[in-house]
């Protein structure tokens, strides 16, 4: 399941540490994987475990402590809408259902083509910009207003040529 090409990087990362402690490249294994598959399945966890000799379960549960791994397929494009406290302070929530009417979907689903999975997330440290959102846990978008929120969907969807 995880590649060669995969378990080099995890080489990689694994000898960024003391011979006796490769645990310590759970993180970045997982998100390895992640980016050949799209999501860390209960399979890539065990082998990853295997690689860096823990159990299964400490892996899972490095897993699914993290958002930003993804536990089972999502869209091209994962929205992480900040509504915490600040946010939802400043119109997070708001954010959040306007996507949720403009993508056709409820908070935690993927639209029927594939393109956009729709989740809420903890605070993404960026309380003055609030309203936030991450694209693909690699892409800061600031103060989200219905407008911008828009262009954001729309302008995806016409990279993709499904304006």
Known sequence: MISQESKARFAQ?????????????VMACLAIAQQQLGHVSAESE?????YLGMAPMAVHEVTSFYNMYNQQPVGKYKLNVCTNLSCQVRGGDHALAHLERKLGVSMGQTT???????QQCECLGACADAPVLL???R?????????????????????????
């Open 135 to 137: 694209v693909n846990d």
């Open 46 to 50: 065990r082998e990853i475990a295997e």
């Open 112 to 118: 029927a083509d594939g393109m956009f999975t729709l």
């Open 139 to 163: 892409n800061m978008c600031s103060f989200m207003s219905d407008d911008k929120l828009d262009q954001l969907v729309d302008g995806l969807r016409a990279a993709e040529g499904k304006a």
């Open 13 to 25: 990362e694994v000898a960024k540490y003391p011979a006796d402690q490769k645990q310590s490249a």
